[in-house]
C-alpha cells in the first residue's frame, strides 16, 4: 500500500475543560479527497488547524505524519510540503491579484522572474488574469477565493487543506470551485477538505468521515456511509387539512408534520411499495398533492450520526 499523505491517530484537544477532539484516528491516501464534514463547532478547523501545525495537540495524543513527516519533530518539513486555505481568506484586499502572490511568491524564496511567471501562470488558471492588477477588495467573493487558492498554490504544495472553501459561494463559483479541486488531485495532490455541504462531499470526496462528540462517527465512501442509515421514504404533502387528517389516520406509522400538512412514510421506492402505498390511499378516498419518494443520502446519515443537527444541504427528492 502506498504511504499514506495523512495519517493521524488519537488526536486530542481540549480548551479548559472542553473536550474539543478526544481521540481522532485519520487515514489518507495519497493524490485522494478526503472531507470531514461536522456540525458547527464540531472540530473541524481544530482537526485542520493541528494536522498543519498551526496549533498544537494535547501531550497525550496519539502520532501524526504528514508528507511522511512527523508532526511533534518535523513541524517545519510539513509546512514546506502543504497549504492551507483556511475560512478567513489570506488575500489582502488593498494591494492587486498579482501583488498577493508575488508575496505568497517571495514567501516561498522564489526568485524575482520565476516568482512572476509563476504569479502569471497560476493566475491564468485561475481565470483571474483579466482582473490581476486590480485590487483584490473589489474582486467578487468567488475570485477571493480562486485567488486564495491560486496563493496556497505558489509553493506547489502535494498536500492542501481546504477549510470551508465554498461556504457563501453562489452555486456557479463553488461548481468552479470543485472544478479546481479535481483538477488539483488529478496532478496527484492529496486533498484534506472540510465541509458542511454534504453535496459536496459526495460530489467530490474519496472517503467521508464525520466528526461528531470529538470522534469519528463513521468513516467510508459516501456510498457505504449511505447504507448505515435506513433513510428511504415517501412523502406525501396537502394542501387541504382535511385530507392530510384522513391521511394520518389511515396512515397512523408514518412521522407527522402538522405545520407543513406532511407525512413520511418508510419505504425503499420500490415499485412494489409505491403500488401498494397508492391502493392504500385510494381505498381510504385519501387524494396527496404531491408524493416524493427520497432514498438515504448523505443527509439521512448525517442527520442519523449527529442527533439531527441541521446543516445546509440540497434536497434530493425526487417528485413522482
Ligand atoms: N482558541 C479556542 N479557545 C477555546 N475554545 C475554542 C478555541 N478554538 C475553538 N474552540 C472551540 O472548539 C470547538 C470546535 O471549534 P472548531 O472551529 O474546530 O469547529 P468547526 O467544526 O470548525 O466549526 P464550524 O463549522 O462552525 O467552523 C468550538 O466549540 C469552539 O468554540
Redesign the pocket.
Known amino acids: 500500500m502506498p504511504r499514506p499523505a495523512i495519517s493521524a491517530h488519537g488526536l486530542r484537544k481540549s480548551?479548559?475543560d472542553?473536550t474539543?477532539l478526544d481521540g481522532v484516528d485519520l487515514t489518507v491516501p495519497e493524490g485522494t479527497v478526503f472531507s470531514l464534514l461536522?456540525?458547527?463547532?464540531?472540530?473541524?478547523?481544530?482537526?485542520v488547524k493541528i494536522l498543519s501545525t498551526l496549533i498544537s495537540a494535547d501531550p497525550d495524543s496519539g502520532p501524526v505524519h504528514i508528507g511522511g513527516h512527523d508532526l511533534g519533530t518535523e513541524a517545519q518539513a510539513i509546512r514546506g510540503a502543504i497549504g492551507v486555505t483556511g475560512?478567513f481568506s489570506a488575500v489582502d484586499g488593498l494591494i492587486t491579484g498579482t501583488e498577493n502572490m508575488l508575496l505568497m511568491a517571495d514567501l516561498h524564496h522564489l526568485g524575482k522572474r520565476e516568482g512572476r511567471a509563476v504569479a502569471a501562470e497560476l493566475l491564468e488558471r485561475f481565470d483571474l488574469a483579466d482582473v490581476a492588477d486590480k485590487p483584490a477588495a473589489t474582486y467578487s467573493g468567488g475570485m477571493k477565493r480562486r485567488l486564495d487558492i491560486a496563493m496556497t498554490l505558489v509553493g506547489s504544495p502535494r498536500i492542501i487543506f481546504l477549510d470551508?472553501p465554498t461556504t457563501g459561494l453562489d452555486p456557479r463559483s463553488r461548481h468552479t470551485m470543485w472544478q479546481i479541486i479535481r483538477e488539483l488531485v488529478t496532478g496527484g495532490v492529496t486533498v484534506f477538505l472540510?465541509t458542511?455541504y454534504l453535496e459536496e462531499a459526495d460530489e467530490l470526496a474519496d472517503r467521508i468521515a464525520v466528526?461528531h462528540h470529538g470522534t469519528i462517527a463513521a468513516e467510508g465512501t459516501a456510498e457505504e456511509l449511505k447504507r448505515l442509515v435506513p433513510g428511504g421514504h415517501v412523502r406525501l404533502r396537502f394542501t387541504d387539512p382535511a385530507a392530510y387528517r384522513a391521511a394520518v389516520t389511515a396512515l397512523g406509522e408514518g412521522t407527522r408534520d402538522d405545520e407543513s400538512l406532511s407525512l413520511r412514510l418508510p419505504s425503499d421506492g420500490s415499485q412494489r411499495e409505491l403500488r401498494s402505498l397508492l391502493d392504500w390511499l385510494d381505498s381510504a378516498g385519501v387524494e396527496a398533492d404531491e408524493l416524493t419518494v427520497h432514498t438515504p443520502d448523505l443527509d439521512d446519515v448525517f442527520l442519523a450520526l449527529t442527533d439531527g443537527t441541521r446543516v445546509p444541504h440540497q434536497s434530493k427528492e425526487t417528485a413522482r
Open positions: 480548551y479548559g472542553r474539543v461536522g456540525p458547527n463547532g464540531a472540530g473541524k478547523t481544530t482537526v475560512q470551508e472540510t458542511q466528526l
